[in-house]
């Protein structure tokens, strides 16, 4: 089994930043994607930014420019430093993680507890 744990959630005024950690522990053979989601009150969950094995990265149109995700392959840890927040960032953030098993190759996602993020104007 495989567990997440995710920190670095909090209140920030707008304009501030935060950097959000999530580290993966347990039985890993190895990790493929690694990427954060959100969900703010009433609406989906929604892609914030993904990052693979080789080191692509992929972002929301939304915090493009203001938002970085990185990871560390040697800790299983992946981070998301956010910049110039705003208050429709405010969301709790979830980070998901694919694990590839060995032998099989069978890809599993996990997903983190969540943290809370919240902008204040």
């Known amino acids: 089994q495989v567990e997440l744990v995710e920190s670095g959630g909090g209140l920030v005024q707008a304009g501030g930043s935060l950097r959000l950690s999530c580290a993966a522990s347990g039985s890993i053979f190895r990790v493929n994607a690694m990427g954060w989601y959100r969900q703010a009150p009433g609406k989906q969950r929604e892609l914030v930014g993904s990052v693979t094995s080789g080191g692509s990265t992929n972002y929301a149109d939304s915090v493009k420019g203001r938002f970085s995700i990185s990871r560390d392959n040697a800790n299983n840890t992946v981070y998301l430093q956010m910049n110039s927040l705003k208050p429709e960032d405010t969301a709790v953030y979830y980070c998901?993680?694919?694990?590839?098993?060995?032998?099989?190759?069978?890809?599993?996602?996990?997903w983190g507890q969540g943290t809370q993020v919240t902008v204040s104007s």
């Open positions: 998901n993680v694919i694990t590839v098993r060995r032998g099989t190759g069978r890809l599993d996602a996990y």
